[in-house]
């Protein structure tokens, strides 16, 4: 079973609104992996947790802030987002992070309109 | 830095027919994975295969292999038997130490009755 999970599907927010996405396995994986997908382009890294730690932070801004609470959740705080900001965002995991290479499986992602 | 270059924007194949598409790669690391990901309509990232660079054998899934050259820095996919279901965005991916992914551009597939 290599599935995961992303609550909620689709998420629409005005630019003074507080959400959260929500990312789920139970692989047993202990890499996380928060992208963001622009209609027709490749998904670009945002943040990676290796055993519950934030490991790479890709300038994101601080409108978004990730959560890693345990080896199987993986929140995605929203805060004054821009109508930019609009896009997908999809969550990944992988088993063993920091062996070099790990194959990542994706979730369905979350389709986030900021208005 | 590590590139991933997908030349074709956009193919076509007719169903039952096989298709290739081209990705090559630029890199300094001798040990690494490539990946093919396929994307439907319904956005859902899939994983098709994926090659270890120390490997000569070429990896195959079923209706999906890959032409790995390793000097040539080359990671094609062959799609024989083209079925509807094989309609999607597909990225061809480099994975760096660290874990991160270096994707490419992508290829448009459409798969026509």
């Known amino acids: 079973d290599t599935e995961v999970t992303q609550t909620p599907k689709h998420l629409v927010m005005g630019m003074t609104n507080k959400k959260s996405l929500k990312c789920e396995q139970h692989?047993?994986?202990?890499?996380m992996y928060w992208y963001k997908q622009k209609a027709k382009k490749p998904p670009e890294l945002m943040f990676v947790?290796?055993?519950?730690?934030?490991?790479i932070n890709e300038s994101v801004p601080s409108r978004f802030s990730p959560e890693c609470p345990n080896s199987s959740l993986l929140n995605l705080h929203l805060h004054a987002l821009q109508p930019e900001d609009s896009a997908l965002y999809l969550c990944?995991?992988?088993?063993?992070?920091?062996?070099?290479?790990?194959?990542?499986?994706f979730g369905p992602g979350t389709r986030l309109t900021v208005l | 830095a590590q590139t991933v270059t997908q030349s074709q924007p956009e193919m076509s194949v007719q169903e039952a027919e096989t298709v290739t598409l081209s990705c090559t790669y630029d890199?300094?690391?001798?040990?690494?994975?490539l990946f093919w990901y396929k994307q439907p309509p319904s956005r859902q990232m899939i994983l098709v295969i994926r090659?270890?660079?120390?490997?000569?054998q070429n990896a195959t899934e079923n209706r999906f292999s890959v032409n790995f050259q390793k000097a040539a820095k080359s990671f094609s996919l062959k799609i024989s038997d083209s079925q509807l279901g094989d309609t999607a965005m597909y990225f061809c991916?480099?994975?760096?130490?660290?874990?991160?992914?270096?994707f490419g551009a992508g290829t448009i597939l459409r798969v026509k009755s």
């Open positions: 890199t300094s690391e001798n040990n690494y994975y």
């Open positions: 090659q270890e660079a120390y490997k000569q």
């Open positions: 947790y290796s055993y519950e730690k934030l490991s």
């Open positions: 692989m047993g994986h202990r890499a």
């Open positions: 991916a480099f994975m760096r130490r660290g874990n991160k992914l270096v």
């Open positions: 990944a995991s992988s088993l063993r992070p920091g062996r070099g290479t790990d194959t990542q499986y």
